[in-house]
């Protein structure tokens, strides 16, 4: 179980409890928060569950894989370093208290 | 026109409350078969939100009918309680069956089987193919661009989609035709007869070619599929069987349609085919603007439980259809639905569907299209429906026209 906080674009902030082993965009679909669209429900197809990992998290989360950078490509927004798929992060204890921010749009 | 007094009401579950029973004919009645995209996109205005639809064809099943994007997505999105499992309205033998994979099946495992694809379909991988496509596409305009005149679904919406599916999987160009008489006898026929004979054609080449690529290996889907080992292991016989008749099921008749579709539109749009012409940057949000007026599919699911959405107490077991034409009309989502509006605020169309199950080819589907347009407009940037043409469309799962002959 782990608290991750998604902060909106407009910088309205929920923090909520992701369950160990859920995706971080699972966690966004969970808890109605706005802002995430994965229209491929998760399958790293699609890019619209784009986030930026916060600078302090970053390293701990880890750089995306080489296909998830491929798609980051197509990402709406512009990317950044801390720029995730946040359907490719899985939530584990080591991620409590994650804050990832949200893109203005997904698409 | 209300059909109502031919359904027999008492095979109407106890459940469904009278009101709510709309039998609207989708995919086979007279005022859909008229103008389906009308009729679907009406659909918002004329019927409840949510409501049950008794099939008209003994064969196909009731079902709740879903016609808002929002609860659209939302179906889509939980398959915990909307199953695909069965979903495909494709008769198979009890003692013989097998799922059509990855569809009808669900997370997790189904996650097992797409991950082997993926990668072939993502955007960048698909990009590889659009030479080839550019190729195919100007050989079948130069067959007929001297006589001033085709057939478009059957002289190039038929034969591109189907020589770029052969490509991917890793079939011979040689075999063209004969996949294009058993995607016609499978899924056009209107008659039993010719339907199972095609698909046992199509069943008995696909275990040649599954051997044969067991054997063989090469760079193409069949046979990455049948040398996948995701967890380790090997899929069954039957996995790959029913993986790969899917892949015919869906890639081929989807694409003829809605280029087909496109065609018609841009025959008859000629001020807005030279905005085409004229803006080649735009092109990505066009096709996207096109797919989302011309959607051609349905999702089909299942109740795993009960469950009530907008007041509409559904139970389990109870079939349900996403209209996807219809939400893509939604004018909750999109201003002015029907205006074809090349400059909208882009968001996600629903006409590969979406969640876990989004089509898979829907990258590949864009790129062709992209290119079709391209080439076509370059090489014919004049023509229009011959003259006296009156439009038919086919009954069935995927909405297209039967016809749309052109000239120049």
Known sequence: MAFVTYVEHDGTEHKVEV?????????????????????????????????????????????????EQQMLEFASDETRSGSRLSCQITVSDELNGLVVLLPESQF | MTATATIDTSRIAEHVPADLVHPIGLTEGPEFLAA???????????????????????RMKDAW?????EDVYFVLRHPEIFTTRGAVQFPREPDNYFDFIPLEIDPPLHHKYRGILNPMFSPKAVAELEDNIRQRANDLIDTFIYQGECEFTADF????PVSIFLELMGLPQEMRDTFVSWAVGLLHSQSREIAAQSMQDIAAYLHKVIKEKTQNPDDGVISTI??????????TDKEIFGFVFFLFIGGLDTVFATLNHIFLWLAENPERRQEIIDTPDNLSNVVEE???????TFSGRTLTQDYEMHGVKMKKGDHLVCVLPAANY????????????????RKPIL??????????????????????????LRRIPNFQLKESTKIEYWPGGVVGPKAVPLTW
């Not at chain 1, 369950?19 to 669209?37: K, L, S």
């Not at chain 2, 096109?290 to 051609?296: H, I, K, N």
């Open chain 2, 226 to 235: 049948v040398h996948a080992k995701p967890n380790g292991e090997p899929l």
């Open chain 2, 36 to 58: 389906p995209h009308k009729f679907m996109a009406d659909l918002l205005k004329t019927h409840p939100r949510i409501f049950y639809s008794p099939s008209l064809d003994p």
């Open chain 2, 157 to 160: 919406g038929r034969p591109l």
């Open chain 2, 330 to 345: 939604d004018p909750n989502v999109f201003e002015n639905p029907t205006e074809v509006n090349f400059h909208r605020p």
């Open chain 1, 19 to 67: 369950p160990a082993g859920d995706t971080v965009m699972q966690g966004a679909f969970n808890n109605m928060i706005e802002g995430i669209v994965a229209e491929c429900g998760g399958g790293g197809a699609c890019a619209t569950c784009h986030c930026y990992v916060a600078d302090e998290w970053i390293d701990k989360v880890g750089p995306p894989s080489e296909p």
């Open chain 2, 65 to 69: 009918t879903v016609t808002h994007y």
């Open chain 2, 290 to 296: 096109l797919l989302r007026v011309y959607s051609v």
């Open chain 2, 351 to 376: 006409a590969f569907a979406g969640g876990v199950h989004s089509c898979m080819g829907a990258h590949l589907a864009r790129l062709e299209i992209k290119v079709c347009i391209t080439e076509f």
